[in-house]
Each structure stands twice: as C-alpha cells, then as structure tokens.
C-alpha cells in the first residue's frame, strides 16, 4: 500500500514538510509506503474551468505537477495534503493545485482515505483545516481524524520538533491512517463491495428557469 502526500509549502523542507515527515514514520512503521511530493515551490495555473479536462482525461496545463499527481493517484491508496497557513488558509499554491486535481482527477480519489495537515506559526489553523477537508468530503474521501486537529506550531523546523503536542497528532494521524488502510484492505478481501452509486448525479439550480 501506498500513500500520496502533498507538500504545499514554498519552503520544501521547512515546517510543513517536518509535520509530514513525522505522519510518514508511522505510516512506514506499519508497513506502508509514503511518498512527499513538493508542489508549493513553483508556479501552478488556477482552474480556468474550461471543461479541457473532461475530454482529455486530464489537465489542460501540463508545465507543473497536477497530472503527474493525477497518475500518481491511480495507484495509491489514500492522499494526505499538507499546507502552511497564509492568512488564515491554505497556501495559493497548494489551494489551485488541488482545484485542478480533484476537478481533473476526482474519480481517482474516491473511496481512498483523504487527511490533510497544516502549520502556522500562532492562529489560522482551524480555517484552513475546514477548506483543505472539503477537497475530501465532496469526492466520497473517508476523513482520517487524530486526536486533536492536525496541525503543528513554529516559525521553523526547530520550533515544530518542539511542539510535542503538534508531533504526537501526526504520529496518531499516521496511526490512524494505517489501521483504515488496512481496514479497507481486510474488507477487500472478504468480499466487501464498494457502495452503489445512482446512475444518474442530481444537480440542483436555485434559480427557477424562465416560464
């Protein structure tokens, strides 16, 4: 099994990374391959919504790393998607990548356990908590929780090693992770069956058409 995981910080390996890093160990602990993938160092398109990908089967921007995540998706197990705080959410680039990926690739993400983790040096935490979760929850994503919100506290690496509350959620999220990784795994192979889906999606407009 294996585990996406989505640097969102300009900064590769600043604090972002380390609270990454501290859920990877667990994740390998049990068995279970990571892989960190830095997004956030270079420039990446918004969505235009120009529907390109629903007849190419994927981005119509190919100069960064949203299609390469997209494939990369195919074959993993769960995605986790880390972010510092940037007035009180997620990184831009992190937030247009994800924009991208899950309008251009949502099928590839279904049914895998999504979690995300971000850091801040004081507040804005919660906030961006709640938007990077939506990614998950509108493309039938099982929310891997920990024991408080995931996020680590420091202006730097040094400062985040210090946060033992802030590890010790990571090391429990990885945890986590793991045990419905294997979970899923377990009812794969007694037969367990993914839910149906209705052969029609319903879209509601607000607005009432013309008479």
């Not at 994800?98 to 919660?126: E, I, N, Q, W």
């Not at 024991?147 to 986590?176: A, F």
Request: with cysteine.
């Amino acid at each position: 099994m294996k585990v996406l995981m989505l640097n969102g910080s300009p900064h590769e390996k600043g604090c972002t990374y380390t609270a990454l890093c501290e859920v990877a160990g667990e994740l390998n602990k049990a068995g279970i391959e990571t892989e960190i993938l830095h997004v956030g160092g270079g420039a990446v398109h918004g969505c235009m919504g120009c529907g390109g990908c629903g007849k190419l089967g994927r981005c119509v921007y190919g100069d960064d790393l949203v299609n390469a995540a997209a494939e990369k998706m195919k074959e993993a197990d769960g995605l986790i998607v880390g972010s510092p705080v940037h007035y009180a959410a997620a990184s831009g680039a992190i937030t247009s990548f994800l924009d991208r990926l899950f309008y251009s690739a949502g099928k590839y993400m279904a049914y895998k356990p999504g979690a995300c983790v971000v850091s801040a040096r004081r507040a804005g935490t919660t906030a961006t908590l709640d938007q990077l979760n939506k990614y998950f929850m509108i493309s039938q994503m099982p929310v891997v929780s920990s024991q408080y919100w995931n996020m680590v506290h420091g202006s730097c690496p040094e400062d985040v090693r210090k946060d033992e509350e802030g590890l010790q959620i990571m090391r429990t999220l990885g945890r986590n992770m793991a045990w419905m990784l294997k979970c899923f795994e377990a009812g794969r192979n007694a037969g367990v069956c993914l839910p149906e889906r209705e052969s029609e999606r319903k879209r509601t407009n607000f607005i009432p058409a013309k008479q």
